[in-house]
């Protein structure tokens, strides 16, 4: 069972920075592709990053440029860092992964962390 879990949400003031962890249980190398995405309030979740096991980044465009997504493989982690926030990223944010079992495609998630963007 694929476990993740994320970490590093909370309040912060605009214009301040946060970096979110996503500890997965076992090699994230076993994914083919890991991101984040969140849910605001009464919308829809939405795409954040994404990053492949290749290293290939894609950005929703409301983040290119002040968020960076990157892994670590030696230690199963993923990292969003979050930089000039304002307050519409304030959200629930969820870890993903997805990968291929035999010919099965499975999708794994987080159980998310909140993200507060507030003076």
């Known amino acids: 069972q694929v476990q993740l879990v994320e970490s590093g949400g909370g309040l912060v003031q605009p214009g301040g920075a946060l970096r979110l962890s996503c500890v997965a249980s076992?090699?994230?190398?076993?994914?083919?592709?890991m991101g984040w995405y969140r849910q605001a309030p009464g919308k829809e979740r939405e795409l954040v990053a994404t990053i492949t096991t290749g290293g290939n980044t894609k950005y929703a465009d409301s983040v290119k440029g002040r968020f960076a997504i990157s892994k670590d493989n030696a230690k199963n982690t993923v990292y969003l860092q979050m930089n000039s926030l304002d307050a519409e990223d304030t959200a629930v944010y969820y870890c993903n992964a997805g990968r291929f079992v035999d010919l099965d495609w499975f999708n794994h998630w987080g159980q998310g962390t909140q993200v507060t963007v507030s003076s």
């Open positions: 076992g090699s994230i190398s076993q994914f083919v592709i």
